[in-house]
């Protein structure tokens, strides 16, 4: 089993940043791809960004590229997403995920992939 609890969301104003923070326990955090994904109300829970395990490979959506960036920190145990140049549009509950594949450099971008889910944290972006 692996627990993930997320934190620093928050209410920000369009153009500010936020960091979040997802810290990991119960198993070897470097054999694990992890992931961020966002869910908006009446929304289908998307992907954003995603790095395999102890390869370093990351993966971005469209719509994040460029301004947020996934880091990991597998002394802490601890994932983050760095959200820049926010935008009304990202609004939603963040969630970390973690997948056990094979290989130190396979990440997925499907929410079907993961299968240790935190219990999200909520970003909303005001004009």
């Known amino acids: 089993q692996v627990q993930l609890v997320e934190s620093g969301g928050g209410l920000v104003q369009a153009g500010a940043s936020l960091r979040l923070s997802c810290a990991a326990s119960?198993?070897?955090?470097?054999?694990?791809?992890m992931g961020w994904f966002r869910q908006a109300p009446g929304k289908e829970r998307e992907f954003v960004a995603a790095r395999s395990g102890s390869g370093g490979i990351t993966t971005y959506a469209d719509s994040v590229k460029g301004r947020f960036t996934i880091s990991r920190d597998s002394y802490k145990s601890t994932l983050y997403l760095q959200m820049n140049s926010l935008k009304l549009e990202d609004t939603a509950v963040y969630y970390c995920?973690?997948?056990?594949?094979?290989?130190?450099?396979?990440?997925?971008?499907?929410?079907?992939?993961?299968?240790?889910w935190g219990q999200g944290t909520q970003v909303t972006v005001s004009s």
């Open positions: 995920a973690a997948a056990l594949f094979p290989g130190p450099f396979t990440v997925g971008r499907a929410v079907r992939e993961y299968d240790y």
């Open positions: 119960g198993r070897t955090f470097s054999n694990y791809a």
